[in-house]
T-cell receptor, first 113, second 111 residues
């Protein structure tokens, strides 16, 4: 069975500080990987997706970057956090690019103060 | 403008009642619709999907799709307090991996 693990579970960070969030998928080779962001009370917004190692597509610009250093790992980061980065970050995977359900990780709650 | 519109924003139904949620896409390239359920503080989980015109039923949940109007609806019969959650509709173009979510309908089932 496939499992998805996100870390950390929660973060409280200062404006201007760096951030790194991680996600690992086990039990599935070459998954499609996604980062989503959900502001409090807001909708889910796709940030990045990756269909293979080393390749990441940006969907929206939020002064964030993503990388896929390994087949089973997806990293979201920024050098300088903004207040507007606060929210719920979700990593997800799917078997293929189209017509496939998303499986979400438990998410990381980020508070930027 | 939001490409996926959901209504109502919030809904209160009595336990045992019927909840009806609506979703419309303004993107004519959409091929698939998904319904996800998100309990408070948790991650979304896929509830139902529909790709063809018509109706699909799974237990207490029924989803309808009208592809001509790009409108889908989710109906929950015999609603339970555990159904209280945010229901997210998502529309997907078949040609790429981009899923667009609506703002969701917050359902509260009161016992």
């Amino acid at each position: 069975a496939q499992t998805i693990h996100q870390w950390p579970v929660a973060e409280i960070k200062a404006v201007g500080s760096p951030l790194s969030l991680g996600c690992t998928i086990k039990g599935k080779s070459s998954p499609n990987l996604y980062w989503y962001w959900q502001a409090t009370g807001g909708t889910l917004q796709q940030l990045f997706y990756s269909i293979t190692v080393g390749q990441v597509e940006s969907v929206v610009q939020l002064n964030l970057s993503a990388s896929r250093p390994k087949d089973d790992q997806f990293i979201l980061s920024t050098e300088k956090l903004l207040l507007s980065h606060s929210g719920f970050y979700l990593c997800a995977w799917s078997r293929d690019g189209g017509n496939e359900r998303l499986f979400f990780g438990h998410g990381t709650k980020l508070s930027v103060l | 403008q939001q490409k996926v519109q959901q209504s109502p924003e919030s809904l209160i139904v009595p336990e045992g009642g019927m909840a009806s949620l609506n979703c419309t896409s303004s993107d004519r390239n959409v091929d698939y619709f998904w319904w996800y359920r998100q309990h408070s503080g948790k991650s979304p989980k896929m509830l139902m999907s529909i790709f063809s015109n018509g109706e699909k039923e799974e237990g207490r949940f029924t989803v309808h799709l009208n592809k001509a109007s790009l409108h889908t609806s989710l109906h929950i019969r015999d609603s339970q307090p555990s159904d209280s959650a945010l229901y997210l509709c998502a529309a997907e173009e078949g040609s790429n991996a981009k899923l667009t979510f609506g703002k969701g309908t917050k359902l509260s089932v009161k016992s």
